[in-house]
């Protein structure tokens, strides 16, 4: 049974910093790429930031690059996004995700609001 645990989500000043956490069980993460997404309020959900298998590739959405990191530790099933000076337009949902022969899997989400 696939499983995305996000967490760290919270409450931050503009300028600020947070670390998502997403646990994953239920396939063999090594061999596979994962990614960020996140859905702002009345939007439709976007993506983030995408890294390889191997951590080697990564890839950002415009308005991330600069800011935002995504990194992974195999050993332990988890990739993060390190998020830096952070806007109010980041608020969001921030979802882990993976994807399987066309099928998606979503962790539940953690919630992101910048705020003063």
């Known amino acids: 049974q696939v499983q995305l645990v996000e967490s760290g989500g919270g409450l931050v000043q503009p300028g600020g910093s947070l670390r998502l956490t997403c646990a994953a069980s239920?396939?063999?993460?090594?061999?596979?790429?994962m990614s960020w997404y996140r859905q702002a309020p009345r939007k439709e959900r976007e993506l983030v930031a995408t890294i390889s298998s191997t951590g080697g590739i990564t890839t950002y959405a415009e308005s991330m690059k600069g800011r935002f990191t995504i990194s992974r530790d195999n050993a332990k099933n988890t990739v993060y996004l390190r998020m830096n000076s952070l806007k109010p337009e980041d608020t969001g949902v921030y979802y882990c995700?993976?994807?399987?022969?066309?099928?998606?899997?979503w962790g539940q989400g953690t919630q992101v609001t910048v705020s003063s």
């Open positions: 995700h993976w994807k399987l022969l066309g099928v998606d899997y």
């Open positions: 239920g396939f063999t993460f090594s061999s596979y790429a």
